[in-house]
């Protein structure tokens, strides 16, 4: 059978079980005492176990049953968890993590889980003394009959039924569990039929049990034909049949209990028993597919080219002055748009997929500093595009190694200052307007002023001249020069002064910002601001001779008519006086070259953009107005010309360069 088909499943589904494997076990290590976050654990573990196996990786599947061992140990309560205990399971995560990724870049997953599995086993053994001296016979899970089921059972009796009390034990190295259990009860089914189970029959196919289960079958087989039909099932170690007499087993059993009569038993007393199909197939719950991301992709590239039609169509529209084709063309712009909506909510991934591996790489590099943090992820639902949500793990890991590394003081020093020794990092996302917001912050020791500057000056990113009237703000984005580090001494965490230029290059790259805030003795907060998605965008189109720009709204804050007589200079560089401040100005026209064909005017349309605390005037010969444009790619041919993040074709099939705000402004 071929399996490649499968292979993208696999990686995913694996990736998923990873990930909750690592999150319940951060979740445990708070609380050891609630064994619910192991049985999840060991859900997923097991889940994990038998999917590699099908697929043929067997050192997954190994170092995974033993995991799983372990886990069984902890949840039931025969291996204490302690800090050991949870830091080989972690290192067993991540030689996991290290399988699937090398299987999801076109390895075979082979992976040396020795060194791992010979201290899986040691601590296994070491935790399992008791499990170990006990005796090795089968023990059937105890079964318990309410009233009514205690009636039915009498009344099989009495038309000369069977009544057995089957206890089935699987080989403890089988990977498919629920699968050989399906083949006990097809058995089951021919033979007569399940009154009740113990795990129940959900839990069964579920592979909610450890290798054994018990049923109760309403049969006219002989104990020992049921008994060789089961035993020639794949890897069933055990069966033990127990009959069931009228009075002195179902009957007194049930008096022991208190009735409990469900409503599903009235349904079925006709046929004097309860069938319970095993492993029945139940209605899906969460209505989804897995949809390839290529698939997204060209359909937004069809959509991309929808969009230009559309505005082609409301160009040609304008022209002829048709009133039916106007109302056909803004029908079909509305519809349009709600595709587009439709679209781009597909596209949505909430950021949660970046920040669940955050809380894992926090508890070790706090292990690793010696530190105490309680990392604390608010709005992990907020949607972002998924262009984006690629681009931002690796700047959202520099800010928290920096938080965690420069901000958080050593819990001594914290507890001198009057802080909890315990220091907090909070990573918070939110929506506003059409851009979404991620604050980073921390209760550490806040950024130091002096210090800062200090290591510029001595770097020569600024002079003394130019230090003296900086403002807080402008001191803090000295941190994102390149090289620029305040760490005394170079670690495995930070002081190669490479991360906080990584981070705003990365950041303004996507058409975003990030600020830093901070109050010396009492923290800092690292604010990004990115798009809501990168493909199409609003922009506000301008004239320059017979040429067309485009410029996104995001970078705009307004626009203006200048006179020409208001323009200043100022070391060289024209400037105009922006409601009491001074700002610079730039004539695109001059900057692209773009041929004059006309007399200069004595008031010159100006766009006012800004990029984080800077801002700039544009001079443009005449605005167009407002439209949703979709971004395109300059190609291979035009590679970084300056300013110019891509080009984007409008209704009338003219081609409009976007301009890059972020460049122009320095």
């Known amino acids: 059978m071929d399996m490649s088909q499968y292979l993208e499943v696999f990686i995913e589904e694996s990736k998923e079980h990873l990930q909750n494997i690592n999150q319940q076990l951060l979740e445990f290590e708070k609380d050891v005492n609630n064994l619910s976050f192991v049985n999840e654990i060991f859900r997923s573990a097991h889940t994990l176990k038998g999917m590699s196996a099908t697929m043929g990786f067997e050192d997954l599947a190994n170092l995974t049953h033993k995991m799983e061992n372990v886990l069984d140990a902890i949840r039931n309560q025969q291996l204490s968890v302690n800090t050991r205990v949870v830091d080989l399971v972690f290192e067993s995560v991540d030689a996991l993590d290290v399988m699937v990724e090398s299987i999801a870049t076109g390895g075979d997953g082979g992976y040396d889980v020795q060194e791992i599995v010979t201290k899986l086993q040691a601590l296994e053994s070491g935790g399992l003394e008791v499990a170990a001296a006990t005796e090795s016979k089968v023990v059937s899970p105890s079964i318990v009959y309410d009233e009514f089921e205690t009636d039915l059972l009498n009344q099989a009796l009495q038309q000369e039924f069977f009544v057995y009390e089957v206890t089935v034990t699987l080989d403890e190295r089988c990977l498919l569990k629920a ?85 599903s ?46 505005g082609r169509l409301e160009q040609i529209s304008k022209d002829l002055n048709n009133q039916e084709l106007e109302e056909t063309v803004e029908r079909m712009s509305r519809i349009s748009g709600d595709l587009q909506s439709i679209i781009l909510n597909m596209r949505m991934v909430p950021v949660e997929t970046v920040f669940n591996r955050f809380p894992r790489m926090v508890r070790q590099l706090a292990k690793d500093l010696g530190k105490e943090i309680n990392l604390q992820i608010i709005g992990a639902e907020t949607e972002l595009d998924r262009t984006v949500i690629d681009e931002i793990g ?20 914290r507890e001198q200052n009057g802080k909890k020794r315990e220091g907090t ?15 980073l912050e921390d209760d550490g020791a806040g950024i130091d002023r002096d210090k800062i500057l200090e290591k510029a000056l001595k770097k020569g990113i600024v002079s003394e001249t130019g230090a003296q009237g900086l403002t807080d703000q402008q001191v803090y984005d000295l941190m994102f020069a390149s090289g620029f580090s305040t760490a005394e001494q170079i670690s495995d965490v930070s002081g190669r002064g490479v991360g906080l230029d990584v981070v705003k290059n990365t950041i303004e790259s996507l058409g975003g910002t990030v600020t830093i805030d901070s109050i010396p003795g009492y923290g800092s907060t690292f604010s990004i601001q990115l798009p809501l998605t990168l493909s199409i965008i609003s922009a506000l189109l301008v004239n320059m001779q017979d040429e067309r720009y485009a410029l996104p709204l995001s970078s705009i804050i307004e626009t203006a008519l200048v006179n020409k007589k208001d323009v200043m200079k100022a070391h060289g560089q024209e400037v105009i006086d922006f409601r009491g401040k001074i700002i610079p100005l730039l004539n695109l026209k001059k ?63 003219q081609v409009a360069l976007i301009i890059d705000c972020n460049a122009l402004i320095k």
């Not at 021919?190 to 029959?201: D, F, I, L, Y």
């Not at 690796?394 to 020093?413: S, T």
């Not at 041929?595 to 167009?624: M, N, Q």
């Open 179 to 263: 699968a050989r259990a399906y083949m006990v009860f097809d058995v089951f089914e021919q033979a007569g039929e399940v009154v009740k189970s113990n795990p129940s029959v959900q839990d069964i196919e579920q592979e909610q049990f450890d290798q054994q289960f018990t049923a109760v079958l309403v049969s006219k087989e002989e104990e020992s034909s049921l008994k060789e039909q089961l035993m020639q099932i794949s890897e069933v170690e055990h069966v033990q049949i127990n009959t069931v007499e009228p009075k002195e087993n179902v009957a007194n059993d049930s008096e022991k209990q208190t009735s409990r009569p469900q409503q």
């Open 265 to 310: 038993n009235t349904e079925r007393a006709d046929d004097l028993n309860v069938k319970e199909t095993a492993p029945a197939k139940t209605a899906p719950i969460n209505k989804t597919i897995r949809v390839n991301i290529d698939r997204l992709d060209s359909l937004m590239n069809l959509f991309e080219e929808l969009v230009i039609d559309r």
């Open 394 to 413: 690796d700047p959202l890991v520099h800010l928290l190694r920096n938080a965690l590394d420069h901000g958080i003081e050593m819990p001594d020093v």
């Open 425 to 439: 990092v909070r990573l918070k996302a939110y929506h506003s307007g059409n851009h979404v917001f991620i604050d």
């Open 591 to 653: 900057l692209f070259d773009v041929p004059e064909t006309s007399e200069e005017k004595d008031v010159y349309p100006v766009v006012i953009v800004r990029k984080s605390d800077k801002t700039a005037g544009l001079i443009v010969d005449s605005f167009i107005g407002q439209q949703e444009i979709v971004l395109k790619s300059l190609g291979n041919y035009l590679t970084s010309p300056f300013a110019i993040s891509g080009a984007t074709i409008l209704g009338d099939g």
